[in-house]
């Protein structure tokens, strides 16, 4: 029989535990809840942005569009606050040239608002390779706007066949000083949606995605700039991606 002075010692400290547990629970519940309606005010604004841009290239064409992309962001964030499991990524043959064009005209007037030049130099013929179109351009997405941000102020993206797969790099002519942004202007705005610098994500992203598709990435920092390289596994045009 357990004596009344054990219970007297040991309930301060399962009152303790079990105020602690209710307290993270509900800090989990308002944390939760301050993500779904910053969730819901950023779809607002992207639809805007969707419906006033009109109707983008198909998704058949390689290279998919910032608005496709930032619903496919957006898509796994909802996923990530409310459970659920993840979407089936949608694979098959990819136009590497298209893929990396759409990249860097996606991504060519941000430069120019950062005081960078984008580049595309491409050597590489007719490249197919097989995976998710969507994750192939979020990759590629996040090298240049790596490069962009942190590297410049030229940059070149190239493209080159080597050794049965399509070597993708991204290289930048080192940090140099630019105008500081000023309140108001598009610069400042890039600025904002750019968010807090905490870098490594990005580049955590890219070397997930080449991992799922059988790919290599590596990057080489030195003073004279950086270069990133992304190598896909080239397939034959028809043959099955699994």
Not at 57 to 63: F, L, M, Q, T, V
Not at 98 to 118: C, I, K, P, Y
Not at 174 to 203: D, V
Request: charged content about 25%.
């Amino acid at each position: 029989m357990i004596e009344l002075t054990h219970i007297a010692a040991v309930w301060p400290l399962a009152a303790s535990m079990a105020t602690a547990v209710a307290v993270q629970g509900l800090r989990e519940g308002r944390r939760r809840t301050v993500l779904n309606e910053a969730l819901h005010e950023l779809r607002r604004p992207l639809q805007a942005v969707a419906l006033a841009v009109g109707p983008q290239s198909a998704p058949s064409d390689g290279g998919g569009d910032a608005i496709e992309l930032a619903a496919a962001a957006l898509e796994r964030l909802d996923r990530e606050i409310n459970g659920g499991g993840p979407s089936a990524p949608i694979r098959g043959a990819v136009d590497g040239h298209s893929l990396v064009l759409a990249a860097v005209e996606r991504w060519s007037e941000r430069a120019r608002v950062g005081g960078a030049t984008l580049e595309l130099r491409w050597n590489a013929g007719e490249a197919t390779v097989g995976g998710d179109r969507c994750a192939l351009a979020q990759a590629l997405d996040n090298l240049i706007v790596n490069a962009i941000e942190h590297g410049g102020p030229t940059i070149v993206v190239s493209a080159r066949l080597r050794a049965g797969a399509l070597r993708i790099a991204v290289a930048d002519s080192g940090r140099a000083s630019r105008p500081r942004s000023r309140r108001g202007t598009t610069a400042a705005t890039i600025e904002r949606l750019s968010g807090r610098r905490r870098h490594g994500h990005g580049l955590g992203v890219v070397s997930k995605i080449a991992a799922a598709h059988e790919g290599q990435f590596a990057l080489r920092r030195s003073p004279r700039g950086s270069l990133a390289v992304l190598e896909l596994p080239l397939i034959e045009v028809g043959e099955r991606w699994a």
